[in-house]
């Protein structure tokens, strides 16, 4: 219950705060925050758990500054900025940026078969097959959860974090 409580009020407060803060901060906050309620097989053991973002700077930066080389269990946290398609690497997390969405097939390409966790901010990149895609619902951000691109990538979510998402 204080999961639900937590996350319930997480994502009421990046609401009520995307008019006070940048929304590459609240980008960022929301991409870290999705790593917790997300499960990837076979996780264990020591590395890095890799963020990658495309197309914005500022998230790339803020998730350095905030997070970079922080621990996530056994492993540590480690961001890496893209640029294009082609340069993708192995992603536990992959953030593309509306301004790259025209890549958006290549970027699918590259991680299909992988636990990728794939994240957009571009209207209809969900029914693509991103697996979260981030809207702006009555002046509110939201976030879509396509549940076969989860399936697909081999990815668990929290129930609690789907009950928060428009389901697609």
């Keep these: ?42 996780h264990e053991g020591s590395g890095e758990f890799v963020i990658g973002v495309m197309g914005n700077n500022d998230v790339a930066k803020t998730l350095t500054e905030w997070y970079g080389g ?17 340069e993708i690497t192995n992603c536990d997390v992959l953030f593309v940026a509306s301004s790259k969405s025209a890549e958006f097939d290549n ?3 590259k991680v299909d078969g992988k636990s990728t966790l794939l994240i957009t901010d571009k209207n209809g990149l969900g029914m693509k097959g991103s697996a979260i895609n981030f809207k702006t619902v009555d002046n509110k951000m939201k976030f879509e959860l ?5 399936e697909n990538a081999n990815l668990k979510v929290a129930g609690s974090l789907s009950a928060m998402a428009i389901l697609i």
């Design 1 to 42: 219950m204080k999961k639900i409580v937590f996350i319930f009020a997480f994502f009421l407060a990046c609401s009520a705060s995307a008019q006070d803060r940048p929304m590459y901060e609240v980008y960022s906050m929301m991409l870290f925050n999705f790593t917790k309620y997300v499960q990837w097989p076979n």
């Design 70 to 86: 922080k621990p996530r269990g056994s492993k540590t946290y480690v961001i890496k900025k893209f640029n294009s398609a082609a």
């Design 107 to 109: 970027v699918k390409s």
């Design 146 to 150: 396509n549940q076969k691109a989860i």
